[in-house]
């Protein structure tokens, strides 16, 4: 198993087993999200990505090991301190009947709501900001069950954007959308990185987006934890998307990025 990354870093985990009622997910795992990189996490199914995606946002709790964040465990802190610091998109968002897209975004703003502090003007430019960014501002009045699946998914992310936190968590933000909107909705998420002002962490099933897309990239073993980690460029080879998926395959230049792309091999009959 490969060490994490001890660059700088707000949000790490250390010898993390994760398990769900008595079935260990994961055992032992180390895990550094660089500051300021976009981390992908890859691997195939029922290897714990989502799961520990869960625990590195206090979601789950692990049965063994730590969280930190900011240089504290996580679970010291209290709710809505976790959520002025880290904003999470869960890979099943349902909003509730009959709500508008500006007020789905404005529940963002929750985390920084006191008792004798409630709506302000900061709150409004907020909303208003973080629907700009995320393309939804000409949505306001909209109902959220009306929305393409494209549309809800820009605006779920617009809400977590209104947490201001400036790590961004999201488990599977393309699942349910075609090609043309996983595509829309990762290069929003790379334009929220190259602002400059956000960490981003995203589970993927698509090995070509993770690689194209990703700063810095976890591959995921059943049964192993992290196989690999580090730049997609350096570390993405045909030898290790068959040991970790099992699938042959060569890894080529993308050629408009310039990045690995997972070719697999011709079926033998």
Request: glycine content about 8%; charged content about 25%; some cysteine.
């Amino acid at each position: 198993m490969a060490k994490g990354h001890r660059t700088m870093t707000r949000l790490r985990g250390e010898n993390l087993t994760l398990a769900y009622d008595e079935r260990t997910v994961a055992s032992t795992l180390d895990v550094s999200v660089p500051d300021g990189s976009f981390t992908v996490i890859v691997g195939p199914n029922a290897c714990g990505k989502s799961t520990l995606l869960k625990a590195l946002a206090r979601m789950l709790k692990p049965t063994e090991g730590t969280v930190y964040l900011d240089g504290a465990a996580i679970a010291s802190y209290r709710s809505k301190e976790v959520a002025r610091r880290l904003g999470l998109l869960p890979q099943t968002s349902i909003s509730p009947n009959g709500i508008t897209v500006g007020e789905l975004v404005a529940r963002g703003r929750y985390p920084h709501q006191k008792l004798f502090r409630q709506w302000s003007p900061e709150d409004e430019a907020v909303v208003a900001e973080s629907m700009r960014k995320t393309g939804v501002d000409d949505l306001t009045d909209r109902l959220v069950d009306e929305l393409s699946g494209g549309q809800r998914q820009r605006v779920w992310l617009a809400m977590v954007l209104a947490q201001q936190t400036s790590i961004l968590l999201l488990d599977e933000p393309t699942t349910f959308l075609d090609i043309a909107h996983q595509h829309e909705v990762l290069d929003l998420c790379a334009d929220l990185h190259e602002d400059g002002a956000h960490t981003l962490v995203a589970v993927l099933h698509d090995l070509n987006q993770a690689c194209r897309y990703a700063t810095h990239l976890i591959v995921m073993k059943p049964g192993e934890g992290i196989a690999a980690e580090g730049d997609p460029v350096r570390i993405m080879t045909a030898e290790l998307v068959e040991d970790a998926f099992g699938l042959p395959c060569r890894v080529v230049d993308d050629p408009e990025t310039g990045t690995p792309l997972i070719v697999p091999l011709k079926r033998q009959r």
